[in-house]
T-cell receptor, first 116, second 112 residues
Framework: GAGVSQSPSNKVTEKGKDVELRCDPISGHTALYWYRQSLGQGLEFLIYFQGNSAPDKSGLPSDRFSAERTGGSVSTLTIQRTQQEDSAVYLC??????????????FGPGTRLLVL | GENVEQHPSTLSVQEGDSAVIKCTYSDSASNYFPWYKQELGKGPQLIIDIRSNVGEKKDQRIAVTLNKTAKHFSLHITETQPEDSAVYFCAAASGGSYIPTFGRGTSLIVHP
């Protein structure tokens, strides 16, 4: 079946501009996570959505970052007034919340963001 | 919060040799330990995971062991092949949100 998809695959923007990154989850996956991966680094947790519950925003690095998930499906990560240090790969992952596969995450290919 | 340490950062082996990557965690509440493989330019891919109620799990050439008392877990790859070359991440998470804390990754290079 179709995996997690993310768009755009690459984004180049100028400092100070806003960007929106999109994630389309695997159908039926109620859990959705956003991560940031800087060059050669590990994965930094940003935000977590589970069904209709309030999202866990504890990983967002500043108030310039926000995310929403409409109808429990597609999610959008928005970065306002981008800075050069925001340059990274932004990864989305989804998973189920119960059953034997709980906790397993399936990642999209990521969006490579470059802020000039 | 949880802290996950991963070693080594780089591992170079000859094709056919075994490779072992080790991780330690700090939070005794963690009960789910996945391993991800990330190839260049791609998102991480789950390759194996283990929950705290078992000590070992195997899937063909890969296996994971967990020592809850010592708070460490390891990935074992036998009969390595060049296509095993990638960055491997360990992680630890606890039930509920399952938000994982990742290790910093191990770059595995398998020489033909």
């Amino acid at each position: 079946g179709a995996g997690v998809s993310q768009s755009p695959s690459n984004k180049v923007t100028e400092k100070g501009k806003d960007v929106e990154l999109r994630c389309d989850p695997i159908s039926g996956h109620t859990a959705l996570y956003w991560y940031r991966q800087s060059l050669g680094q590990g994965l930094e947790f940003l935000i977590y959505f589970q069904g209709n519950s309030a999202p866990d925003k504890s990983g967002l690095p500043s108030d310039r970052f926000s995310a929403e998930r409409t109808g429990g499906s597609v999610s959008t990560l928005t970065i306002q007034r981008t800075q050069q240090e925001d340059s990274a790969v932004y990864l989305c992952a989804t998973g189920t919340s119960g059953g034997t596969a709980r906790g397993a995450q399936y990642f999209g290919p990521g969006t490579r963001l470059l802020v000039l | 919060g949880e802290n996950v340490e991963q070693h080594p950062s780089t591992l170079s082996v000859q094709e056919g040799d075994s490779a072992v990557i080790k991780c330690t965690y700090s939070d005794s509440a963690s009960n789910y330990f996945p391993w991800y493989k990330q190839e260049l330019g791609k998102g991480p891919q789950l390759i194996i995971d283990i929950r705290s109620n078992v000590g070992e799990k195997k899937d063909q050439r890969i296996a994971v062991t967990l020592n809850k008392t010592a708070k460490h877990f390891s990935l074992h790859i036998t009969e390595t092949q060049p296509e095993d070359s990638a960055v491997y991440f360990c992680a630890a998470a606890s039930g509920g949100s399952y938000i994982p804390t990742f290790g910093r990754g191990t770059s595995l290079i398998v020489h033909p």
